[in-house]
């Protein structure tokens, strides 16, 4: 099994800054894409930035600028950062990962963290 542990959220004034950690750990063969989601209740998850295993990265355009995704491949772990943070950007965060395990024998499954909570008071 493979687990995803965020970390970093927090309540923050208009215009601050988080960064959000992700740590990817368990039966871990290989990783393909790793994103960002947010949520807030009630309504559907949305993706907020994914960085794929080539490098590409892709952002929603209500971040593009201000939130920058990377990862350390040797750490598994994702990164988040987040500036210039405004009210609308209040979600839990999510991290998802598309991982390959030794038990699977490759094959690729969407993994997904528990969430982390990010306020931003205007």
């Known amino acids: 099994q493979v687990q995803l542990v965020e970390s970093g959220g927090g309540l923050v004034q208009t215009g601050g800054s988080l960064r959000l950690s992700c740590v990817a750990s368990?039966?871990?063969?290989?990783?393909?894409?790793m994103a960002w989601f947010r949520q807030d209740p009630g309504k559907q998850r949305d993706l907020v930035a994914a960085?794929?295993?080539?490098?590409?990265?892709d952002y929603a355009d209500s971040v593009l600028g201000r939130f920058t995704i990377s990862k350390d491949a040797a750490k598994n772990t994702l990164y988040l950062e987040m500036n210039s943070l405004k009210p609308e950007d209040t979600a839990d965060y999510f991290c998802?990962?598309?991982?390959?395990?030794?038990?699977?024998?490759?094959?690729?499954?969407?993994?997904w963290g528990q969430g982390t909570e990010v306020t931003v008071s205007s």
């Open positions: 998802a990962a598309d991982v390959a395990t030794h038990s699977s024998r490759g094959r690729f499954t969407y993994y």
């Open positions: 368990g039966d871990i063969l290989s990783i393909k894409t």
């Open positions: 960085v794929l295993s080539s490098g590409t990265r």
